[in-house]
């Protein structure tokens, strides 16, 4: 009996001891439901911010997109506006006369108005062999005075000229328009 006794004493402590062990297991299963929990709960906010990121860079992505078409359109009207720029001052500078090739004697440091205006009247009458009634009136041996830009056109196109002329064709420069045969040629 003694030894059924001790046997039954043995499964009773080995029982308190599964007890023990079943209470912390349990306990640490309701602390591992509790950890899941939260774990699921940052999951799910981490994922909204991921979201929300996502779509505001979407939406910064379509910003750029938008700034960037903008950005391309005032680029465009930007150069529109400086060709219509040039043009309105080769429209107020074209009644200007340009004189070049007469001698300027500026050996005093400065010739004067009066000086500069006596030459070019004697070298309108003596080269160019206009009647001396006309050049006290008239000027000539001009020259259309234009933007800086459009003269730098000009001179890039007066070589096509000289050759469309050299192969027989019709050609000029109108502004800064090379024009072949009477159809503009764009370069």
């Known amino acids: ?12 402590r080995k029982l308190g ?6 209470k912390k297991v349990t306990d640490f299963e309701r602390e591992l439901k509790k950890v899941w929990v939260a774990l699921d709960d940052r999951a799910k906010k981490t ?18 997109g938008e700034v960037s078409s903008r950005v391309h359109d005032l680029e ?9 720029v040039n043009y309105l001052k080769a429209q107020s500078i074209g009644n200007n006369l340009i004189f070049s090739g007469i001698p300027e004697d500026n050996s005093t440091g400065s010739e004067t108005p009066a000086v500069t205006e006596r030459k070019l009247r004697d070298f309108l009458h003596e080269e160019m062999k206009i009647a001396k009634e006309t050049v ?6 001009v020259n259309e005075q234009l933007p800086p830009e459009v003269q730098a056109r000009r001179a890039r196109l007066f070589p096509k000229v000289k ?22 040629v764009r370069d």
Do not use: C, H
């Open 17 to 22: 001891a599964i007890e023990v062990l079943e």
């Open 76 to 84: 465009r009207q930007r150069r529109q506006l400086s060709e219509v």
């Open 163 to 184: 050759a469309a002329k050299r192969e027989g064709k019709r050609a000029w420069i109108s502004y800064d328009t090379l024009y072949v045969d009477g159809k503009p």
């Open 47 to 64: 994922d909204e911010k991921v979201t929300n990121l996502e779509d505001k860079v979407e939406a910064a992505d379509i910003g750029v």
């Open 1 to 12: 009996m003694r030894g059924i006794s001790d046997r039954l004493e043995a499964m009773e």
């Open 136 to 141: 006290a009136v008239n000027e000539f041996y």
